[in-house]
């Protein structure tokens, strides 16, 4: 299926979510839970996801795979175009040959994300089942943990997931989500239950082999600092909805969206030590609480009576654009 | 395959130190695993007979009458032959099983009028057909383990399919079949197996069959709890991105996870199905005549008062294979709790 966006050359991106609507249905009632999200990846781009809690980001990256959640998940409108080919228009098996193979994904939990009773080995291995490949499995295996830093190979391979620390399990993830080369990497907070050295060392390794193997990377995190540290660009969720869009310099020297701005604000860093931290004050509205205005109103610092009305879509310079009235 | 995991050896470790579920889960266990060799331990068939200077293995074959000089070609009586005159002759002998008694032999010839009272031949007494009452009771024995492990196998099965299924898949699904379930479990359960019997003959795999109509559903919802909670795990969620196809997480992700209840649930499901088939044959709707049976010789010395020891001896029997199964099942139980756990 061919996009129909003919500005830039479509064939430039490797992931172009568009519209994407996506709802539950609880009891009867349609919850909406995200609201016409897009944004675009290329080839080799890390592009980050940022937002509170409950904006919407995992539904978002999940659905990137095609996966709702359940029991209930509905797609309201908008597709995702991986490749140029709409995800929710493949089918059953050729949407499980693309997840884990031509996109993959790390989860936050490294301990939630393992299966507690089949050893690593087997669990490695296994992803290589469903899909078709003639590389050597065990080579592989062993060429990844040597990659992320995991040299043990035996006895890990071994091992039952709570024999292992937190960091080395998310090491395993991410050698895991390797294993068939992916084009796409999807990290859903990949550091947040990691210590903050760990962190690091997760965070270099990924960035590292994005660019070694021109992997496109969407990094979902609710660290900001992180973002600043290694996306080329970045998207910022608020209660469903992109607010804004832009690359990374532009976005942390200027950014538009008064949301934005607190989140700038809100980092803690070394030069404004002893000055006090602004927070933003209040919390994301729960789905289905919405305002059918701008949904950051009542926690916005400069909303006035306009705000009532659904805010209207502005550009910044090529790339960037935000949603905002002012 | 890793299906012992840590979690399951600590259980099984923590099972082992609950003493009073232990012993009784190797005595049941020993018990049973005698009485599959029922035919060997008690029989009235012999092990070797020499008869005319010549051995027979009664015990593994089968000869006709006519070789220890009988007329017709039917199965010898080794009861009667071992009393025959043609028998007690110099050089003839017959080596027994240690309890010579077949469930299904009448001795009609003995002195008095059946039931017979305990004696030094019939342990346990004669029931009112003349038949050895202890080895009914070890082949009842034997019958109703073999019919509730069966039972219990089966409903496992069909209890883990659907509920499964229902908790995997969620939604209208969910709702249809638990609506079904609810009418299923409303029919009454002693008439469909009158009705079935009635139609058909009642036989061991008739009673099964209709027995697990209904034996899954308790455990039908255990189940979908399990995949209901379980199926919204990260690891569930890893393997759907993985491109893992349903049979696979469904069988090898969740199901070894959502074992707990099966196991836990197992002791019971047997505890229920012996109580089952011991009621519906104590009724009569059970399994066929001349079949041995505890319910059979309970509703015999129902109608026989005045011979205590039919009655008596089934009634220790079935409790102590019911407090024993009971037992295990505690400790299973107890095993898996996970408050429980030391760690």
């Known amino acids: ?326 | 395959m890793a299906v012992f995991s840590k979690l399951s050896k600590d259980r099984f470790r923590r099972f082992r130190m609950i003493k009073r579920a232990w012993y009784s889960f190797i005595i049941l266990s020993a018990l049973f695993v005698l009485s599959l060799f029922a035919e060997l331990l008690c029989n009235d068939r012999p092990y070797i007979i020499s008869f005319n200077d010549k051995l027979y293995f009664p015990i593994f074959k089968f000869y006709p009458e006519k070789e220890f000089g009988g007329k017709y070609f039917t199965e010898a009586d080794y009861v009667s032959l071992r009393n025959s005159d043609l028998f007690k002759k110099e050089g003839n002998w017959m080596l027994l099983p240690p309890i010579p008694h077949s469930p299904l032999h009448s001795y009609i010839d003995l002195e008095g009028t059946p039931p017979h009272p305990p004696s030094a031949m019939h342990w346990l007494g004669t029931d009112a057909s003349a038949r050895d009452v202890f080895a009914r009771l070890l082949y009842g024995f034997r019958i109703c383990m073999l019919f509730s492990l069966i039972l219990a196998g089966i409903a496992t099965l069909f209890g883990i399919l659907i509920g499964g299924v229902q908790g995997y898949f969620g939604g209208v699904i969910d709702l249809v079949v638990q609506r079904m379930i609810e009418i299923w479990s409303s029919l009454p359960f002693l008439y469909v197996v009158i009705l079935v019997g009635t139609i058909y003959s009642r036989s061991f795999m008739i009673l099964i069959l209709v027995l697990s109509l209904f034996q899954w559903i308790g455990l039908s919802y255990y189940m979908r709890g399990e995949f209901l909670k379980i199926r919204n795990l990260n690891y569930v969620k890893v393997a759907k991105t993985m491109g893992m196809p349903s049979s696979h997480i469904l069988f090898r992700q969740i199901l070894p996870n959502g074992l707990t209840p099966v196991i836990t649930l197992l002791p019971f499901q047997i505890i229920g199905g012996i109580g089952a088939l011991t009621a519906l044959d104590f009724l009569g709707f059970g399994l066929q005549p001349p079949t041995p049976s505890w319910g059979e010789l309970l509703s015999q010395g129902l109608n026989n008062l005045f011979a205590p020891w039919l009655a008596v001896s089934t009634v220790v029997c079935l409790f102590t294979t019911l407090l024993l199964a009971t037992f295990i099942g505690e400790g299973v139980r107890e095993a898996f709790d996970p408050r429980a756990s030391t760690d």
């Open chain 1, 1 to 326: 299926m061919k996009s129909t966006d003919s500005e830039i050359g479509t064939d430039d991106y490797l992931l172009q979510v568009q519209d994407l609507s996506i709802g539950v249905e609880q009891s009867q009632k349609l919850l909406q839970l995200t609201d016409r999200v897009s944004f675009k990846l290329k080839k080799g781009e890390i592009h980050g996801l940022i937002g509170e809690s409950g904006c919407g980001k995992s539904i978002s990256s999940l659905a990137i795979m095609g996966i709702l959640p359940q029991p209930g998940g509905k797609l309201l409108s908008g597709k995702v175009l991986f490749k140029n080919e709409d995800i929710f228009c493949l089918d059953k098996t050729s949407l499980n040959s693309l997840r884990g193979n031509k996109i993959s994904m790390i989860f936050q939990e490294p301990f939630a994300a393992m299966n507690p009773l089949i050893r690593i080995g087997e669990q490695m291995l296994e992803n290589f089942d469903y899909h078709q490949t003639k590389i050597d499995r065990h080579q592989k295996i062993r060429e990844l943990l040597n990659e992320v830093g995991l040299t043990d190979h035996a006895r890990i391979l071994q091992s039952y997931p709570h024999e292992l620390s937190g960091g080395m399990l998310q090491r395993i993830m991410i050698a895991m989500s390797l294993l068939l080369d992916p084009d796409l990497l999807i990290a859903d907070e990949p550091t947040t239950a990691l210590d903050v050295t760990v962190q690091a060392q997760i965070m270099s390794l990924i960035v590292r082999l994005c660019k070694e193997r021109k992997m496109s990377v969407l990094l979902i995190s609710h660290n900001i600092s992180l973002m600043a540290q290694y996306a080329d660009s970045i998207s910022v969720m608020y209660a469903g909805q992109i607010v804004e869009t832009n690359e990374i310099s532009a976005f942390l020297t200027d950014a538009s969206h008064p949301y934005s701005r607190g989140l700038i604000q809100a980092i803690p860093t070394l030069d404004k030590a002893g000055d006090k931290i602004i927070p933003i004050s209040g919390q994301v509205p729960e789905p289905g609480k919405f305002s059918t205005g701008c949904r950051f109103m009542e926690r916005c610092p400069v909303s006035a009576a306009i705000c009532s009305n659904p805010p209207p879509e502005k550009n910044i310079g090529d790339l960037g654009h935000y949603r905002c009235h002012y």
